[in-house]
């Protein structure tokens, strides 16, 4: 990566040879590595077997995740927060394992789209839940610092799974809770 960094100054019409630059080409590959970091992770790893038992079946929300991705379209950031919440069977998650697993995901080239679906089938997937909600908000550089310029438009998503998609009071709940406290 930091000989194709060294290319792009080079592209940029700037002179790598100028003291500022010269150890850019390293600095931006090793961020860019830092910033995709979620390719080298696994859910397994992630979870780290924090899954407990409880008899609990109401809804566990955790809310204003801060994240942080790269649109894989323009490899600019997005930024935004996510809420996760689910209805466990048996089972909860460790609370710092859905941030987590949040990060794993958002730390690699993305559309936000597909970021939410891919948070919301993990932790359907690991905690066995009744059902998961999965709300991103975020803007994104490109739109802003670039391109279209409009420095005010948030995207939202949402994936709905389970009890989530099927039970409109459930996800009335969901909407509800998070309206509690921003
Ligand atoms: N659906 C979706 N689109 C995204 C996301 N991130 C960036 N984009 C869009 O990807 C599109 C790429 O469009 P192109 O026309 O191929 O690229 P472009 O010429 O750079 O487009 P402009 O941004 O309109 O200047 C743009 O409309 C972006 O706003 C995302 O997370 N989800
Ligand atoms: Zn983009």
């Not at 204003?64 to 048996?90: D, Q, R």
Request: net charge negative; hydrophobic share 40%; proline share 3%.
């Amino acid at each position: 990566m930091e000989s194709h960094w060294a290319s792009i100054i080079a592209g940029i019409g700037e002179d790598l040879d100028r003291p500022g630059l010269k150890d850019t080409p390293k600095r931006a590959a090793k961020a860019f590595e830092f910033l995709t970091r979620g390719y080298k992770q696994s859910v397994d790893e992630v979870v780290n077997n924090a899954l407990f038992p409880s008899d609990s079946n109401e809804m566990v929300l955790v809310q204003n995740i801060e994240m942080y991705s790269l649109c894989e379209h323009h490899m600019l950031p997005f930024i935004g927060k996510c809420h996760v919440a689910y209805i466990p069977t048996g089972k909860v998650l460790g609370l710092s394992k859905i941030a987590r697993l949040v990060d794993m995901y958002a730390r690699r080239l993305q559309i936000q789209e597909s970021l939410t679906t891919q948070i919301a089938e993990t932790i359907l997937d690991v905690t066995e839940a009744q059902g998961v909600g999965v709300i991103v908000e975020a803007q994104h550089m490109c739109m802003m610092m670039r391109g279209v310029e409009k420095q005010n438009s948030l995207m939202k998503t949402s994936a709905m799974l389970g009890s989530f998609r099927s039970d409109q009071k459930t996800r009335d709940e969901f909407l509800s809770l998070l309206q509690l406290r921003q």
